[in-house]
């Protein structure tokens, strides 16, 4: 047989891998191949050559198996390949094709390898040789693993970030623009809503901007050790490896375990009908970890709800925390209203600041699509794997084109902070002149559901610190979301939002509306704005340092207070300098004073602006005419005394 003609079948094979080397592309190995077998006097029959695949055991080689069809059919008697390893890897593998070989009376010649099946010696070398290259191969695995299992414990997550997280000097850390939406799909899901109810509220409030929430995506999340600070390496493989505590989780191990049994109920049509609205904010007092929540139902059909601590034997009743709340979530509420219309948009543009990190990826996407094109042109894979890998980069672009243009739109959003102290203070003023159409139009908080409370709460507060005295427990600190804070803050430092604080006026204690210094011609611009829907005045204060009390000539007639702000930028002021007296500003609107405009409507569903008009929240401007200007401080003191 060895002088028989050798009808070659050339077997050519890259990897994914394998197409980033030099010398490795399907063409290169064909030209070399071809050469080869011209200087050995071979005849090629035909061509083999298996893109994308690896010579690993168990894939699927549709071109090898073919190879191997022809063999049998005695089309061809040599299999003609660039190295060994084109062939395969494993002894095992050798060995099967080696007897396959010899039952066919063919035979296997490499051009780098000096392999020669053809003789004994041949056959010798070859099977030295895969044994060096497996024992290779196996202590790579074995050192691959324990640096990988190492790196792991570092921190070092081998995979793309999941929602909630991303990658920081190649460790995974959380991501606190999009982490409170994991917590929210826990929760939700907890709560006993579905795969598809979650992933139908998420579309309907185009939470990251997307519609195409599945419930694929909600499963994907839920299942993810990941969420309570674990990875699973090898998820899907026979021998799994589990490393615990390895990132920062953002669910507690409770609420996650929770979860999984969650499922099983789920799976028997169970449907959870009970709503936490503390569920992961309550810390432990001792041990500092997340309380677990749990509820008791009455033969009278009222529900109790409690929180507890497992490991610290702790309970606690839900209306403990709803009685502290109660004091000021009213304020909440208001906020939230205030943080719908003005606040998200802000939000969105200033601290995710997304545009660019939209930008780069846009650009890594356009080159990865290049780079695919060019390894299809140079052979590196078929017009299938192509049309694939160019379907799933093109998803990715149009996706970010997409996101690209929400964040267009967000940066051409039209109201300022300026709008937010104007809102704020209409609001105040139709509840004092119009307290019945305000309250047929606003929700309070004793309006809510159970639903509507849990996701305010989720929405705002990030945790609720507990403290215990003995066997009293109390709500000890209430930490808001930064990302709702921080813009809050910086907002009232700059004057545009008000907080209630007591004061003394005379022999009168209230509560006023405060808000930090604004410049002159800022509060004449915000009078004049007002002016438009309702007579407000203007009168200054003096504020008596040492007494920490207020006197105005004031309380003549039914003057309800608006807003009342220093004149000057006292926290400038060298704390040293011990002022006896300070300035401050009243903005108030007198009893009799109706309001100006024909439609009320207009109080509730429009703001002045500045240029004369009315904005409708979110849509295009509608002029109002109304002749007005703004004016200096000095007009509006002289305008209010004319007035009297």
């Known amino acids: 047989m060895n002088n028989e003609k050798k009808l070659c079948g050339l077997y050519m094979r890259v990897s994914t891998e394998d197409q980033a080397r030099e010398g490795f592309s399907l063409p290169e190995q064909r030209e070399r191949l071809e050469q080869f077998c011209k200087f050995k006097n071979y005849e090629i029959v035909d061509y083999y050559e298996d893109a994308g695949i690896s010579a690993k055991t168990g894939n699927l080689r549709p071109e090898f198996e073919r190879l191997k069809e022809d063999i049998k059919s005695k089309k061809i008697n040599t299999i003609v390949a660039l190295k060994l390893d084109r062939i ?162 953002i669910v507690s191990k409770e609420l996650w375990e929770e979860c999984q049994v969650q499922k099983k109920k789920n799976s028997r049509s169970y449907q959870r009908t009970l709503t936490y609205l503390f569920l992961q904010k309550l810390t432990c007092p001792k041990c500092g970890r997340l309380m677990g929540g749990k509820a008791t139902k009455k033969k009278n059909g009222n529900v109790y709800y409690y929180y507890y601590c497992s490991d610290c034997k702790i309970n606690l009743k839900e209306n403990v925390i709803s009685e502290y709340f109660d004091n000021f979530v009213q304020e909440l509420v208001e906020y939230d209203s205030v943080v719908n219309q003005f606040f998200l948009p802000m939000i969105k543009q200033k601290f995710d600041e997304p545009k660019e990190q939209l930008e780069k990826e846009l650009l890594k996407q356009n080159n990865k699509l290049e780079r695919i094109r060019k390894a299809y042109i140079e052979g590196a894979f078929d017009l299938d794997v192509y049309n694939e890998e160019k379907k799933i980069v093109e998803t990715a672009i149009d996706k970010l084109n997409a996101e690209l243009e929400d964040t267009e739109n967000c940066e051409n959003f039209n109201f300022t902070p300026q709008d937010i102290l104007l809102k704020r203070d209409i609001d105040y003023i139709n509840r004092v002149k119009l307290a019945s159409e305000y309250k047929a139009r606003t929700k309070t908080w004793k309006d809510y559901t159970r639903e509507e409370k849990s996701d305010l709460i989720m929405r705002y507060v990030d945790e609720i610190k507990l403290k215990q005295q003995h066997d009293f427990i109390y709500v000890d600190e209430i930490l808001f979301r930064e990302s709702i804070c921080k813009p809050c803050n910086e907002l009232f430092d700059k004057g545009y939002i008000d907080v209630k604080t007591p004061a003394i006026f005379g022999n009168l204690v209230g509560e006023l509306r405060f808000s930090n210094y604004l410049p002159e011609e800022e509060v004449g611009k915000h009078i004049m704005r007002l002016r438009q829907y309702y007579d407000v005045g203007f009168e200054e204060a003096i504020y008596y340092v040492e007494d920490r009390v207020f006197y105005f000539d004031f309380m003549k007639d039914d003057r309800a207070i608006i807003r009342v702000f220093p004149l000057e930028d006292y926290c400038k002021i060298d704390p040293d300098i011990k002022l006896k007296e300070q300035r401050y500003g009243i903005i108030y609107i007198r009893g009799k004073d109706e309001f100006q405009m024909q439609d009320i409507n207009s109080a509730f569903d429009y703001i002045p602006d500045e240029s004369n008009t009315s904005v409708i929240y979110m849509k295009d401007p509608v002029p109002i005419e109304i002749g007005v200007k703004p004016v200096n401080m000095e007009a509006l003191n002289n305008d209010t005394s004319s007035q009297e």
Not at 136 to 152: D, F, M, W
């Open 88 to 249: 395969t890897r494993s002894i095992f593998d050798w060995e099967k094709l080696m007897t396959f070989l010899e039952e066919n009376d063919a035979y296997l010649d490499c051009a780098n390898d000096e392999i020669n099946t053809t003789n004994a010696n041949g056959k010798m070398i070859s099977r030295l040789l895969m044994s060096v290259s497996q024992n290779e191969i196996e202590r790579t695995s074995e050192r691959t693993k324990i640096g990988l299992a190492g790196a792991i414990k570092q921190g070092h997550i081998p995979s793309q970030a999941p929602l909630g997280y991303k990658h920081e000097d190649k460790k995974l850390v959380i991501d606190y623009s999009t982490k409170d939406i994991v917590k929210r799909i826990f929760n939700l899901y907890y709560e006993g809503n579905s795969y598809q109810n979650i992933s139908n509220i998420l579309n309907e409030e185009k939470v990251l901007g997307k519609t195409n929430w599945r419930d694929s995506s909600i499963t994907a999340i839920l299942e993810n050790e990941v969420y309570k600070g674990d990875y699973v390496h090898g998820k899907r493989t026979k021998h799994p490896t589990y490393y615990q505590d390895v990132v920062e989780p």
